[in-house]
């Protein structure tokens, strides 16, 4: 962010900082931080935007059950380029896909275990 600020870029992706990393764009505070003692400084002042921080990360706890329980950046998203969004998404179709393919797999067994004749069997 800041090379494209020094290459005269008018705008930039941030997110406020407790929303910020793992799969979403950098840290507004530490991208305005950065540029405030150069001549690209923002203006935005640090107590606003910690003031920003301090309300979103309250309302983040709040929907914490919905998150999709990312705990660190991956750095294959140079190789695949899958937006964030995309990324978080597909981790958890994935994950109800595998858990939909553990259920078909218990019922199936749990049919052929019905399906025993157990006294034939020996197994009463």
């Not at 305005?32 to 983040?60: F, H, P």
């Not at 919905?66 to 998203?77: I, K, L, M, P, Y």
């Not at 109800?96 to 275990?113: E, N, R, T, V, Y």
Request: negative net charge; glycine residues 8%.
């Amino acid at each position: 962010m800041i090379a494209a600020a020094e290459a005269g870029a008018d705008v930039v992706d941030v997110a406020i900082d407790s929303m910020s990393g793992l799969t979403s764009q950098p840290s507004m505070g530490a991208v305005c931080m950065a540029l405030e003692q150069t001549k690209l400084g923002t203006g935005i002042r640090y107590a606003d935007i910690q003031a920003l921080n301090l309300y979103w990360s309250q309302v983040r706890q709040l929907y914490g059950c919905f998150e999709a329980n990312v705990r660190a950046s991956d750095s294959s998203v140079f190789e695949h380029e899958m937006p964030g969004g995309q990324y978080t998404n597909l981790m958890v179709s994935c994950s109800l896909a595998f858990f939909a393919w553990m259920c078909a797999d218990s019922c199936w067994h749990s049919s052929k275990l019905h399906s025993l004749d157990w006294e034939h069997n020996g197994l009463v």
